[in-house]
C-alpha cells in the first residue's frame, strides 16, 4: 500500500436545487491515468477551506477507481446548512493528491 503509484485523478460536482429544503449533489470522479486510485473519499464542504456541510448523506464513498474508470456519487443536504457559504468540493485518496474544486450551482 506504501508504494502504490500516484493517480491522476479529477473531480467535480455540480449541485442541483431539491424538494423541501434540500440541495442534491452529482459528485463526479475520473481516472485520468493508468493507475489504480486506491480509497478516495470526498467531501462537500462549507467555504474552501471549510467544514464538511453535516449532516450529509452520500451514496458511496470511499471509493477505488480502475484505470480511465470514473464513478459519479450522489448526496444530499440541507441548503440551510452552508450557512451561506459557497460549496467547495473536497477529495483525498491513498495514492491521489488531495484536491479541492468550487461546485457549480445549478438553478
Given at each position: 500500500?506504501?508504494?502504490?503509484?500516484?493517480?491522476?485523478?479529477?473531480?467535480?460536482?455540480?449541485?442541483?436545487?431539491?424538494?423541501?429544503?434540500?440541495?442534491?449533489?452529482?459528485i463526479?470522479?475520473?481516472?485520468?491515468?493508468?493507475?489504480?486510485a486506491?480509497?478516495?473519499?470526498?467531501?462537500?464542504?462549507?467555504?474552501?477551506?471549510?467544514?464538511?456541510?453535516?449532516?450529509?448523506?452520500?451514496?458511496?464513498?470511499?471509493?477505488?477507481l480502475?484505470?480511465?474508470?470514473?464513478?459519479?456519487?450522489?448526496?444530499?443536504?440541507?441548503?440551510?446548512?452552508?450557512?451561506?457559504?459557497?460549496?467547495?468540493?473536497?477529495?483525498?485518496?491513498?495514492?491521489?493528491?488531495?484536491?479541492?474544486?468550487?461546485?457549480?450551482a445549478?438553478?
Amino acid at each position: 500500500m506504501n508504494t502504490l503509484p500516484t493517480a491522476d485523478v479529477d473531480a467535480s460536482a455540480r449541485l442541483h436545487p431539491g424538494a423541501g429544503g434540500e440541495t442534491n449533489a452529482a459528485i463526479r470522479i475520473n481516472n485520468r491515468s493508468d493507475k489504480i486510485a486506491f480509497f478516495m473519499r470526498v467531501e462537500l464542504t462549507k467555504g474552501k477551506d471549510g467544514n464538511e456541510i453535516l449532516p450529509i448523506t452520500y451514496d458511496d464513498n470511499y471509493v477505488t477507481l480502475f484505470p480511465r474508470e470514473s464513478v459519479t456519487i450522489q448526496a444530499r443536504y440541507r441548503s440551510a446548512r452552508t450557512q451561506g457559504q459557497p460549496v467547495f468540493l473536497r477529495l483525498e485518496g491513498r495514492n491521489v493528491a488531495p484536491e479541492i474544486a468550487a461546485v457549480t450551482a445549478l438553478h
